[in-house]
Each structure stands twice: as C-alpha cells, then as structure tokens.
C-alpha cells in the first residue's frame, strides 16, 4: 500500500466548510479584516477505500507532489 504513503500533506493547511454544509475543501488564499477560527482536534482518522474492481485496477502509487504542489501553489 505505498500509495497511502502521500495520503497527507506536510505542514498546516487549512480547509473550509459552507454554513450550509454543501461545499468544503482547502483554503488557498484568505484575506480578512475580522476573522473567527475554528479548530478541530482529530485524534483519530478512519479511511475506508472502495473495494470494486475499478479501484482495485487502478495505480495508485504515481508522485503527485508535483501536480499537487501546481494545484495548491505551493512555493518552495
């Protein structure tokens, strides 16, 4: 299962979630005069994978750094 390897991203990043609950991912840019922040404790993660024969076919174990570091503007 090397492909778990990359499943998390170093460092702090930040992730949004609507009031409405119907929209959510990363924040990659923030500005704000007045500003609330909410963190979240995680002290345990469960992931469950699909187990169809799709999934199972697929190759998982390909370096996205690179392509996650284009999609989140990464600077090195």
Same mark, same amino acid.
Request: hydrophobic share 35%; with cysteine; net charge negative.
């Given at each position: ?15 949004? %979630? ?16 007045? %500003? ?8 345990r993660f469960?992931?469950? @994978? ?9 190759? @998982?174990?390909?370096? @996205? ?9 990464v600077k090195?």
């Open positions: 299962m090397a492909y778990i390897n990359g499943i998390n991203l170093p460092g702090w990043h930040f992730h949004y %979630l609507s009031g409405d609950k119907t929209q959510g991912g990363h924040i990659l840019d923030l500005s704000s005069d007045k %500003l609330s922040v909410k963190i979240n404790k995680i002290e469960d992931l469950t @994978l699909p187990t169809n024969p799709e999934f199972a076919k697929r190759d @998982l174990c390909e370096d @996205l750094s690179a392509k996650t570091a284009a999609v989140e503007d090195k």
